[in-house]
Every structure is written in structure tokens, then in C-alpha cells.
């Protein structure tokens, strides 16, 4: 009999939570095909049957979660063994364990819950008690409003309402956990500080429109924070509390909104890709986390995260730091500015903030200052951009 056990995904991964099963109890399975869908605080994956066989049990649910290594099934190498009654009885008790209903439990059924302890005279009118019966509530925690407190119909109306009024609990999902514990863990630990600046994407916004104008605004803003990262190693590195360590190689993450999370994919040697490849590696990966189709190296070994609001209506934000980085770039939307230039005159400008948070620890206030102004340099000096983006005229 072959068991089928919670997978780990990577180092952090401590349970799972089962998305799909792709067979059920008593079908066949063929080597290599779709068994089940786990999804990880991080990622989701398609696990593939290691064997020839049939499904001999289901033991964790779609919804429900186990710890890594925990067995989550069986499967029958052989007609006869799928046959055998001991572990059927043994699935049957498992699979039919009550769900965790606690958790969406509403107050109504807290009140029906009461009901049985409560005894007692209670002054009620006949219809008010009949209705208390027919919504399956305890009339005693209804409060009256008739003559001496005496309980009246509209009261018990008035209380079925407003019991269902009251807000269910949920659990987190799997991913919105993660960054839930992630982030708290990142604020409390690290002295966060952000330097703001506006930046002028004039030249940036041209040069990509005449030049190269399927390659998204992310992706240049990424080529260029590269180029900064190089001079700056201070930036590209990791804090654990007690060791600096910086890195040889430029990965830099990006934040992208799944729609029910964010997730932080991470583009590798970022420095050393042409503008072209980052483009299609930052589209790829895009892709892939709003399908759920991100493997564990996609997400594992950011440097410096980079997120970008900027397509969307916030001017000005203060991003997290994204584990144990020192860094996190934050870009806002871009709007057109009158700007009074250094001969009086005026012109129409494309203006947007950037927002450079920081573990204070390790950075001081001034070179962040010096990080942002050279990152604003290149962006704005169009001989440096071409420079940076290897772009040939």
C-alpha cells in the first residue's frame, strides 16, 4: 500500500492545505498523472502519481490542511489490495470526522447552544414563544419591551434580525496567512524608515513609447534599480539581526496582486539580463502567479523588492521590507505636473514618488538619500538611460 503524504515545497513550509483531488476513492491512476492539488503559504502544485494504481483512500479533505509528511491518502497497488475491507472501515471513520464548523459558527447557533441550560420562567407573550420555537432560538436572551419586560413578537423578530446581521469568522487563506505573519514579523523587527522624492519619468515614458513600447514600465524601472544595486551592495543584502550579508549577484523580487494576495516573484542576475529577457522573465512570472502556477525557486532569493502601484490611484505609500532584505522600492502613480524650471520658465512634466523604505540598522539616512537621487539621475538624464538600457539609436 502506498502512501500518500503532505509534501514540503521549501525549508519554511510547515503543513499544506489540499486544493483538489483529481481521482476519487476507487479510481484508477497511472503513473505521472494529476493526483492532487497542495497549495503552500506560498505556492500551489500539482503532485503527480509516483505509481500505477487505485485510489485506495482519502484522508484530508478539499479545504482541509495537514503538516508536512502527515498521510493524506492511500493508494492500492493492486486490485485486491483496493479490495481489502481493514482500511476502508479505517477511511470511513476518518473521512467521515466532523468539519471545523466552529469557525463559521454565528451567534444564532451560539444562542441555540444556550437554549438547553436555560431554565426558568420567562414572560412571553404566546406568539412571541412560538416564534422563538419555530427560529430555534432561547427566548430568554431576548430582551422585551412590553408591559413589566414581557417579551412580544416584534422583539423576537427584532433579535432573529440582528443575529443575522452578525459577521461570520473565517480563517486566513494559506497565502494571506503568510503575509499576515511575514510582514508583522519584518515591521517589529526592523527600524523601517522611507525617503521620499518625486521622480521625472518624462524621458523614461518617451523613450519606451518611441523605442520600445512593449516593454513594460516595471521592467525599465527594474533594469535601471539593477544598475543603482551595483553601486550600492549596502542595499543588496540580507539582515538577520547579527550578520550582514551582502550579495555578489543583482535578484530582484516584485510585488504582484494575485487578487487574493500578494506575491513576490523574483527575477535572477537582473543586471546582467537585456532589457528584452527581463521584460519576458517579469511577464512569465507574472503570469504564473495570477494562474498559480509559480514553482518554489520562482520565489525564493530576492535581494531588493521593487513594487509598483504606479497603475493604479496612490501617489504616495511606505512599503514593507519583504523578509530579511534591507531595501524595498516603492513607486506611485504618474501624473502631469506644471514645473517651474531653473530659468522661470514652465513646462508640462510627467511626475511620480518613489518611495525608498529601509532597515535603519544598516542604512543610514543620507546614502539612501544618495541611493534615490542616483536611481532619479538615470531615470531623468536620457543619455544615462540609454546607457542603462542598452538601448542603440
Request: aromatic fraction near 6%; charge should be negative; charged fraction near 30%.
Amino acid at each position: 500500500m502506498f502512501e500518500i503524504r503532505m509534501p514540503k515545497f521549501g525549508l519554511s513550509m510547515e503543513a499544506g492545505t489540499v486544493i483538489k483531488w483529481y481521482k476519487h476513492v476507487g479510481d484508477q491512476i497511472q503513473k505521472g498523472e494529476a493526483l492532487v492539488e497542495i497549495e503552500s503559504e506560498k505556492i500551489t502544485n500539482v503532485i503527480e502519481s509516483p505509481i500505477d494504481g487505485f485510489i485506495k483512500a482519502i484522508l484530508v479533505q478539499e479545504g482541509e490542511s495537514k503538516e508536512v509528511g502527515a498521510i493524506i491518502g492511500y493508494i492500492a497497488e493492486t486490485k485486491e489490495e483496493l479490495d481489502k475491507e481493514e482500511l476502508e472501515q479505517e477511511t470511513k471513520t476518518e473521512t467521515t470526522l466532523p468539519q471545523k464548523e466552529e469557525e463559521t459558527k454565528t451567534s444564532h447557533t451560539d444562542a441555540t447552544t444556550l437554549q438547553s441550560g436555560q431554565k426558568g420562567f420567562v414572560s412571553a407573550s404566546p406568539r412571541a414563544k412560538a416564534l422563538a420555537k419555530e427560529y430555534g432560538i432561547d427566548i430568554s436572551e431576548v430582551v422585551g419591551t412590553g408591559p413589566n419586560g414581557r417579551i412580544t413578537e416584534k422583539d423576537v423578530l427584532d433579535f432573529v434580525e440582528k443575529q443575522k446581521q452578525q459577521v461570520k469568522k473565517e480563517p486566513l487563506s494559506p497565502l494571506r496567512k503568510e503575509i499576515s505573519e511575514k510582514l508583522s514579523k519584518t515591521y517589529h523587527s526592523s527600524v523601517l524608515v522611507t525617503n521620499i522624492t518625486k521622480v521625472d519619468m518624462t524621458e523614461l515614458l518617451e523613450l519606451k513609447a518611441n523605442t520600445v513600447p512593449e516593454v513594460s514600465v516595471t521592467a525599465i524601472l527594474i533594469k535601471c534599480l539593477a544598475k543603482v544595486l551595483l553601486k550600492y551592495p549596502e542595499f543588496n543584502a540580507h539582515f538577520d539581526g547579527t550578520y550582514l550579508e551582502k550579495f555578489s549577484t543583482v535578484n530582484i523580487g516584485f510585488a504582484v496582486d494575485t487578487g487574493v494576495g500578494l506575491i513576490v516573484p523574483v527575477i535572477k542576475n537582473a543586471d546582467k539580463l537585456s532589457l528584452v529577457e527581463l521584460n519576458n522573465n517579469l511577464k512569465n512570472l507574472t503570469e504564473k502567479a495570477r494562474t498559480n502556477k509559480l514553482t518554489t525557486e520562482d520565489v525564493e532569493g530576492s535581494h531588493f523588492t521593487i513594487t509598483n502601484l504606479g497603475m493604479m490611484r496612490t501617489d504616495i505609500f511606505t512599503p514593507v521590507l519583504n523578509s530579511e532584505e534591507v531595501g524595498i522600492l516603492g513607486v506611485g502613480r504618474s501624473t502631469k505636473e506644471l514645473v517651474v524650471k531653473d530659468d522661470n520658465t514652465t513646462t508640462i512634466r510627467t511626475m511620480a514618488y518613489f518611495s525608498l523604505s529601509y532597515d535603519h540598522r544598516i542604512i543610514d539616512g543620507a546614502m539612501a538619500a544618495r541611493f534615490l537621487g542616483d536611481l532619479a539621475e538615470v531615470i531623468e538624464n536620457k543619455s544615462l538611460l540609454k546607457e542603462t538600457l542598452e538601448i542603440k539609436f
